[in-house]
C-alpha cells in the first residue's frame, strides 16, 4: 500500500498481495469481445393491429427460459432519476474513505456499508466496497438509510420507486407469457434490499476479483451497471462479456423464479456473475 496518508486504499501502483486471487479463480476471458447474443429488449409500447397495447412478453419469455438474463431498454424510468442516484453514490462511497475507521456499520443503524478489507475467501479480499440496505416496505425503511449526504435517502427512494415499478412490469409479462393471472406474483414481488458495490480503478484486473461468481436467491434482479464494463454471465460453459449499454437494466432470473418455471417447464438456466465495475446497482426481489 502507499505510505500516503491521503491515499485511498486503491490508489496503487500495483495489486497488494491479499487482494491477487489464485489462478483458479482469477476473471476469465477479460479481452474476448462482448456476447452479441445476450438479449436486448426494448420496454417501448407500440400498437397492435388491434389497436391494444403490445408488449414483448415472448421475448422476455423465450429470454427467461433460454438464458435467465436479459438487458432492457426503453424502460421508461427517467435518465435523471439514475443519474441523480449514480452521483448520490459516488459522493457517498467518496465519504467514507474520509473515516478510516470505518468497516461496518452496526445493523442497528439499518444498512451495511462495508470496504474492502471487511470480506476475504482463503485469506483475500474482494476489489470492492459496498452498501446495503432492506427497502420493504420503503416508507418503513427510508430513515434506516444513511443521512449522509443528505439527500441519499430522498434521491435512492425516488429510484427505488422506479425500480418496483419495473420489476412488477417484468413480472407481470412473466405471467402472461406463462399463462399465470395476473397479479401471480403480487405478495412476493416487492424490491426486499437495495445493494451498490464501488469497483475503483484496478491497476490489473486479471488478478483480482469485485464479486464472486454467484447465484441470486431472489425472484429477480435489476442491475443497473453504471456504464461500465465488467459483467459476465456464463454460457455454454464459458464466462462472457456483456457489454454495457446506455441507460439499461439487467434483468438476472433468481433461484425462486427460476424453481417456478421449472416446475412448469423443466427448464435450464445459466448463472451470472459480476466483478470490476464502477459503481453498480442493483435490486432483488
Known sequence: M???KGARWFELECVPKEY???KEYRPQNLDSPVCDSIPVISLAKSKAENGHSSQPVEEILKASQELGFFQVINHGIPEKTVTDAMNV???FFDMQAKDTTIETVPHKKGYIYTNSTYFA???VHLWRENVKHPCHPLEECIHLWPD???RYQEVIAAYMVEI???STRILEMICEGLGLEQGYFKDTSEVQFFSSNFYPPCPDPSLTLGLLPH???S???ILYQGGSTGLQVMKDGQWVNVGAIPNAFVVNIGNQLEVCLLLIFHISFLRTKTFKMAIQLKCCI
Open 219 to 221: 425472484l429477480i434482479t
Open 20 to 22: 491477487i486471487f489464485p
Open 148 to 150: 449522509t449526504p443528505t
Open 215 to 217: 447465484i441470486d436467491p
Open 89 to 91: 453514490l459516488k459522493e
Open 164 to 166: 418496483q415499478k419495473l
Open 2 to 4: 502507499k505510505e500516503d
Open 121 to 123: 475467501k482463503d485469506g
